[in-house]
């Protein structure tokens, strides 16, 4: 009797050991394969503007809990550039999506590949593929009659004539915020435009792009073309080349889903 009591003794340790073992690998595959929340989003300006453009919509995405930071770029080149944005990649503790406006889209493009970056938002951007400059996709279609880039001066910095940057460039925006917004441009170097890019981050990663319907200084027609080309996918809002500064919620839910998308990858 004592022996048969020992038996069942020794079958309800093995039981018990077997469905704790179960347990504790079913646990740790969930935590292998549970989705990785992309909190990180980097923000990247672009030509004729600085970093303080992106204030509403770096407010939408805070409130939803994401941890945004923003590149000061000093646009004296595309090299410099993306230096700029290498060092603010380098400092995000985890997966990141990288979002660039106009001519910011060249320079996360070629950026982009840095380890961290998971996915690119293209906002009215620039998507140059290897060997093509930003210059070039911005030829394939007459300017608008608004368009107000200048040509380069004596030292190879491009300007944005004040006469036409509100209508020009963010025609959806208070008088009030374009005055602002062309005091505080930065200096563009015009080599950034005809400098080709070396390795597009798109053709590896993920992209995602917000096509502005009523941009005067990069035709719609480009950006569909680029992002057609391309594969990305894209979302059509009615605004102008600032359309992240007059529809920051609709630009926000674009880089939230390629969040949401991506994460887990």
């Known amino acids: 009797?004592?022996?048969?009591?020992?038996?069942?003794?020794?079958?309800?340790?093995?039981?018990?050991?077997?469905?704790i073992l179960t347990f504790l690998v079913s646990t740790i595959s969930v935590a292998?394969?549970?989705?990785?929340?992309?909190?990180?989003?980097?923000?990247?300006?672009?030509?004729?503007?600085?970093?303080?453009?992106?204030r509403n919509l770096y407010?939408?995405?805070s409130k939803k809990g994401y941890k945004v930071t923003i590149v000061q770029n000093p646009l004296s080149s595309l090299e410099d550039d993306v230096a700029a944005t290498n060092v603010v990649l380098d400092n995000q503790d985890g997966?990141?999506?990288?979002?660039?406006?106009?001519?910011?889209?060249?320079?996360?493009?070629?950026?982009?590949?840095?380890?961290?970056?998971?996915?690119l938002v293209y906002v009215a951007a620039f998507q140059p593929d290897n060997g093509e400059s930003a210059l070039q996709w911005l030829q394939t279609a007459p300017p608008a009659p608004e368009n107000g880039v200048l040509p380069p001066n004596d030292k190879g910095i491009v300007?944005?004539?004040?006469?036409k940057f509100h209508a020009g460039f963010c025609a959806d925006i208070s008088k009030e915020e374009a005055?602002?917004?062309?005091a505080s441009q930065g200096a563009f170097y015009a080599k950034g435009f005809i400098t080709p890019i070396t390795k597009a981050a798109w053709k590896d990663k993920p992209a995602y792009a917000v096509i502005a319907t009523q941009?005067?200084?990069i035709d719609p027609s480009i950006q569909r073309a680029m992002y057609k080309r391309s594969?990305?996918?894209?979302?059509?809002?009615?605004?102008?080349?600032?359309?992240?500064?007059?529809?920051p919620v609709a630009v926000a839910n674009v880089i939230i889903g390629a969040a949401k998308d991506l994460s887990g990858k």
């Open 215 to 217: 941009d005067k200084s």
């Open 159 to 163: 300007y944005y004539d004040e006469a």
């Open 95 to 119: 997966p990141t999506i990288l979002v660039g406006h106009s001519w910011g889209g060249a320079v996360i493009t070629q950026a982009g590949n840095h380890p961290n970056v998971v996915g």
């Open 231 to 247: 594969k990305t996918k894209a979302t059509e809002v009615k605004g102008s080349h600032c359309v992240f500064m007059s529809q």
């Open 32 to 54: 292998q394969t549970a989705p990785t929340k992309i909190k990180n989003v980097v923000l990247v300006h672009g030509a004729f503007a600085d970093g303080s453009g992106w």
């Open 59 to 61: 407010d939408v995405l």
């Open 1 to 19: 009797m004592k022996t048969i009591n020992l038996k069942r003794q020794l079958n309800r340790v093995f039981m018990s050991a077997a469905l």
């Open 179 to 182: 005055a602002f917004m062309y």
